[in-house]
T-cell receptor
C-alpha cells in the first residue's frame, strides 16, 4: 500500500508568481485535506476535497485554490504569491470527509517565496 | 471555532525522565483529540487519539494521554524519555461530524543525554 506522496519536495518562487503543488492520496482514500505550516507554527487547515468537490475551507483568501481528480489525487494552486506564503504545505488523505477518519499525512512541500 | 493551546514552545527533558506536554482546548462540546509527532523534514505521524470510550489512551512509542473533560485538557506523557523522542509534537482537535484538524503551535522536545 502506497502512502501519501507530495511533489515537489522543495520549491522557490518570487513574489507575484503562481505555484502548483501536487498530492497523491493513499490507496482507497477519497478525501484530501491541505494544510499550511509556517515556520514555528502548527499546521493550519486550508481546504478539503471530497469526491472532486471542495468540502470546507479555512481562513485563506481565494488566491488559494484546489482541484481533486477522479483518481482522488489533488492540486493546491496559489496565485499572486506573497512572502508570507513561505511555508511547508502538507496534504493528508482519509477515507471519508464525515465523522472522524484518520488522516494520513504526506511529507510536505517546502515553498520559499523571495 | 475550536482552538488548542500548547504552552512552552521548547521543552528540554533528560534521557530517562518523564515527558509531559500540556494541551488545552476550547470547545463547548468535547471534540476528538489527537497528538501528532513530526520528525525533521517529515510529515505528521499520529501518536494517539481520543474519540470515545476510555479517557486514558495509549499510543505508539510508549506515549499516553488522558482526556479530562472538566479541565478541557489532553496532556501527553511518557514515563521515560529516549533520545529518539526528540521531535516536534502537536496537539490537534476536530469537531465531531467533520474531519478538519485544528492544531496547537507545537512543542519542540529536546532530549538531553
Amino acid at each position: 500500500e502506497t502512502g501519501v506522496t507530495q511533489s515537489p519536495t522543495h520549491l522557490i518562487k518570487t513574489r507575484g508568481q503562481q505555484v502548483t503543488l501536487r498530492c497523491s492520496s493513499q490507496s482507497g482514500h477519497n478525501t484530501v485535506s491541505w494544510y499550511q505550516q509556517a515556520l514555528g507554527q502548527g499546521p493550519q487547515f486550508i481546504f478539503q476535497y471530497y469526491r472532486e468537490e471542495e468540502n470546507g475551507r479555512g481562513n485563506f483568501p481565494p488566491r488559494f485554490s484546489g482541484l481533486q481528480f477522479p483518481n482522488y489525487s489533488s492540486e493546491l494552486n496559489v496565485n499572486a504569491l506573497e512572502l508570507d506564503d513561505s511555508a511547508l504545505y502538507l496534504c493528508a488523505s482519509s477515507s471519508s470527509s464525515g465523522d472522524y477518519n484518520e488522516q494520513f499525512f504526506g511529507p510536505g512541500t517546502r515553498l520559499t517565496v523571495l | 471555532a475550536q482552538s488548542v493551546t500548547q504552552l512552552g514552545s521548547h521543552v528540554s527533558v533528560s534521557e530517562g525522565a518523564l515527558v509531559l506536554l500540556r494541551c488545552n482546548y476550547s470547545s463547548s462540546v468535547p471534540p476528538y483529540l489527537f497528538w501528532y509527532v513530526q520528525y525533521p523534514n517529515q510529515g505528521l505521524q499520529l501518536l494517539l487519539k481520543y474519540t470515545t470510550g476510555a479517557t486514558l489512551v495509549k499510543g505508539i512509542n510508549g506515549f499516553e494521554a488522558e482526556f479530562k473533560k472538566s479541565e478541557t485538557s489532553f496532556h501527553l506523557t511518557k514515563p521515560s524519555a529516549h533520545m529518539s523522542d526528540a521531535a516536534e509534537y502537536f496537539c490537534a482537535v476536530t469537531p465531531r461530524g467533520n474531519n478538519r484538524l485544528a492544531f496547537g503551535k507545537g512543542n519542540q522536545v529536546v532530549v538531553i543525554p
